[in-house]
Every structure is written in structure tokens, then in C-alpha cells.
């Protein structure tokens, strides 16, 4: 059983950044970043492979914000640049045992608590 635990959210003004840390309890396979706002569903964000060789994002993050990994340290992050109000949501880390990435939350089998991340206009 694989704990995640993320950290780095905030509140913080639209076009600033943040930086989410997952750490992980043991080795993991693919890794994505998943998001909820109030009212909608579990959306993807961003995934990357375990060897960190590949990565996805949705559209509307792509070229904001960037998914990375630190296997020695059973890390992932998510480095988002230029925050809008429509980034608000709680933000999760999720964990899968396989090594291509997925889009759908029920293909993840290992989830973090959340950290709430609030962008203000």
C-alpha cells in the first residue's frame, strides 16, 4: 500500500506560481496530478512515466504548468506558472501500478489527501 502525501498548496494572486510536492512511502510507477473544483468533477492535470521520459497534460495547462519526478526521493511535483481563478480546485496526487499514464481517475489506484489551491483575480 503506497501513501501520498502532497504538499504546497496556497492562495495566492492570477499570474503567480506554486509548487506541489507528492512524496511517496515507497517506489511508484506512473504518477499524475488530478484536480477538483467545487460543483465539478475529478479532472486530470498532468502525468509522468516512472522513468520521468514522458509526461501528458491537459490542454488547458499545457505550457504553464510542468509534472516532474525525483525517484530518489520518491517525489513528483507540479511547477504551475501563471495561475488564473480557474485553477482553483483542490489539487491530488494519485499513483497507478503501471507505467503508461492514464487520464481517468479510476485508473489510479493510490490517491494523497489534497491541497487546496486558490488563485484570486
Known amino acids: 500500500q503506497v501513501r501520498l502525501v502532497e504538499s504546497g498548496g496556497g492562495l495566492v494572486q492570477a499570474g503567480d506560481s506554486l509548487r506541489l510536492s507528492c512524496l511517496a512511502s515507497d517506489r511508484t510507477n506512473a504518477m499524475a496530478w488530478f484536480r477538483q473544483a467545487p460543483g465539478k468533477e475529478r479532472e486530470f492535470v498532468a502525468g509522468i512515466t516512472q522513468s520521468g521520459g514522458r509526461t501528458d497534460y491537459t490542454d488547458s495547462v499545457n505550457g504553464r504548468f510542468t509534472i516532474s519526478r525525483d525517484n530518489a526521493k520518491n517525489t513528483i511535483f507540479l511547477q504551475m506558472n501563471s495561475l488564473k481563478p480557474e485553477d482553483t480546485a483542490v489539487y491530488y496526487c494519485?499513483?497507478?501500478?503501471?507505467?503508461?499514464?492514464?487520464?481517468?481517475?479510476?485508473?489510479?489506484?493510490?490517491w494523497g489527501q489534497g491541497t487546496q489551491v486558490t488563485v484570486s483575480s
Open positions: 494519485a499513483a497507478r501500478n503501471y507505467i503508461s499514464i492514464r487520464r481517468g481517475p479510476d485508473d489510479y489506484g493510490y
